[in-house]
């Protein structure tokens, strides 16, 4: 399923889901190393292959005041210290043509963001640089149209694509996932459920994007009975001081519960 084309991933052989965690925003370098070395005993522990998410800049942001990032050289060198440390991949969302042969660099998976998912020519330039896409669904498409999308990398001479739901617009303030998508996507490519994301609430009057992550255990646990194929979570140890989107994400301290219980019914799944 495209795992065994990303280099220092483990754990391929274990039947289980996979996992992009990390903090929404590379902050520093102590923080990201610190998370990383929770997250990778977690997932060693559960045998979950693991890639380590981290955004090596912030380019879609409610106000002109909100963190971007502390440089994109920087934040890519920090990204490559944690792949390097703990031996495993990492992934980074890209915004311009010029960031996919940057960060190409630097990371094993290039993530598409949602807003910018049919923009043919940022997700070509990330096709051509023969590094996994991740395809984020937009919050306005189709489960149906996102195999253009697919298209676009096949195309393009790259066969590692996935797609990541990460919730569908509903009225101004909130997200939905509508669950009927991920078999019809699975039909494209691989698909992996964006937990935190989906539980977004953007557009607030604040200018700063709410969420509910006390419903992340529910998402997540339905995204693995649904079938996805890995899921996707922002997480950081203390998410009310986090730099970016700490409003819907996942305390560390309680990762490791919902990975176990995720695992037991991936388990269950997989003898249906």
């Given at each position: ?8 991933l483990k754990h391929t052989n274990s039947d289980n889901f996979f996992l992009l965690a990390g903090p929404c925003a ?209 997480t950081h140890f203390d998410p009310k001081n986090a730099k970016s989107d700490g409003a819907n994400m996942l305390d ?21």
């Amino acid at each position: 399923m495209q795992l065994d084309a990303i280099p220092q991933l483990k754990h391929t052989n274990s039947d289980n889901f996979f996992l992009l965690a990390g903090p929404c925003a590379i902050e520093g370098e102590e923080m990201a190393l610190k998370i990383a070395e929770k997250v990778v005993s977690m997932t060693d522990k559960l045998q979950i292959p693991y890639v380590f998410k981290g955004s090596f800049k912030k380019a879609n942001r409610s106000r002109i005041d909100s963190f971007t990032g502390i440089g994109d050289e920087k934040a890519l060198k920090i990204l490559r210290k944690v792949s390097e440390t703990f031996e495993v991949p990492t992934v980074t969302d890209i915004h311009e043509v010029s960031d996919a042969e940057k960060a190409a660099e630097y990371v094993d998976v290039l993530q598409i963001p949602a807003f910018l998912v049919r923009q043919t020519d940022l997700v070509v330039a990330a096709a051509k640089t023969g590094k996994v896409v991740n395809l984020k669904k937009g919050q306005f498409m189709s489960p149906e149209s996102m195999q253009h999308a697919v298209k676009k990398v096949t195309d393009s001479g790259n066969e590692q694509a996935w797609i990541t739901d990460r919730g569908t617009m509903f009225g101004y303030q909130d997200m939905v996932v509508d669950f009927r998508g991920i078999p019809t996507m699975k039909q494209y490519a691989p698909v992996v459920l964006d937990v935190t994301h989906s539980l977004q609430q953007p557009n607030q009057s604040s200018g700063v994007t709410g969420g509910r992550p006390a419903l992340i255990g529910t998402m997540a646990r339905a995204g693995i009975a649904a079938g996805v194929d890995g899921l996707f979570m922002e997480t950081h140890f203390d998410p009310k001081n986090a730099k970016s989107d700490g409003a819907n994400m996942l305390d560390l301290s309680l990762l490791e519960k919902l990975l176990t219980n995720l695992t037991a019914i991936r388990k269950v799944i997989n003898t249906l």
